[in-house]
């Protein structure tokens, strides 16, 4: 069971919007700033947004974060075939003193 | 480029050990925090370890506190994970993951899968 919520899947036609939420609590979310992470078929995870709502170099505008009170959300605008992936939150905890992950929410371009 | 390569990783026996290596090439490992983070299909991920980039500051999950030791050695730059008494909820992939002033885990290695299994 993980300490962040995700719901386990979305899914959009490309082009579309999609988003997905990530619910945490006080000791994490409501207090830190929110990370998300890319992890494409049988890769590693990478790094998608960090700081809530900023993109690393090289990450499509495309993505877009943002974070009001203990939850976040994920955004992919004009959705495109190679952003299938499953999309993890993740944030601090000060209670755990640690970083805590969402059970991630696996993107389906139909 | 930044490359993080994972060795170490097979099948072992519940209670057994086994030791995780993590190489680092392409920027200055003595100047990084690092991570040790697992994934399995159940709990998804999970922050497992840290250590500083002097190893002065060492970090640990409760899940994981007491059975396994994080290090690193600068000159070699390298980083280890060793794992003890081991469990078999302990099966997963286990990731190495640099810090960055920006942002935590960025980038990740490959991967390195742990079995543990009679």
């Known amino acids: 069971q993980s300490v962040l919520t995700q719901p386990p899947s979305a899914s959009g036609t490309p082009g579309q919007r999609v988003t997905m939420s990530c619910s945490g609590s006080?000791?994490?979310?409501?207090?830190?700033?929110v990370n998300w992470f890319q992890q494409l078929p049988g890769t590693a995870p990478k790094l998608l947004i960090y700081?809530?709502?900023r993109r690393p170099s090289g990450v499509p505008d495309r993505f877009s974060g943002s974070k009001s009170g203990a939850s976040a959300s994920l955004a992919i605008s004009g959705l495109q075939s190679e952003d299938e992936a499953d999309y993890y939150c993740?944030?601090?905890?000060?209670?755990?003193?640690?970083?805590?992950f969402g059970g991630g929410t696996k993107v389906t371009v139909l | 480029e930044v490359q993080l390569v994972e060795s170490g990783g097979g099948l072992v026996q519940p209670g057994g050990s086994l030791r995780l290596s993590c190489a680092a090439s392409?920027?200055?490992?003595?100047?990084?925090?690092m991570n040790w983070v697992r994934q399995t299909p159940g709990k998804g991920l999970e922050w497992i370890s840290y250590?500083?980039?002097?190893?002065?500051?060492?970090n640990y999950a409760d899940s994981v506190k007491g059975r396994f030791t994080i290090s690193r050695d600068n000159a070699n730059n390298s980083l280890y994970l060793q794992m003890t008494s081991l469990r078999v909820e302990d099966t997963a992939v286990y990731y190495c993951?640099?810090?960055?002033?920006?942002?935590?885990?960025?980038?990740w290695g490959q991967g390195t899968l742990v079995t543990v299994s009679s």
């Open positions: 250590i500083g980039s002097g190893s002065a500051t060492i």
């Open positions: 700081g809530n709502n």
């Open positions: 392409g920027f200055t490992f003595s100047n990084y925090n």
């Open positions: 006080s000791s994490n979310i409501g207090r830190n700033t």
């Open positions: 993740a944030a601090w905890d000060d209670s755990l003193n640690g970083p805590v």
């Open positions: 993951a640099r810090d960055t002033t920006l942002s935590w885990f960025d980038p």
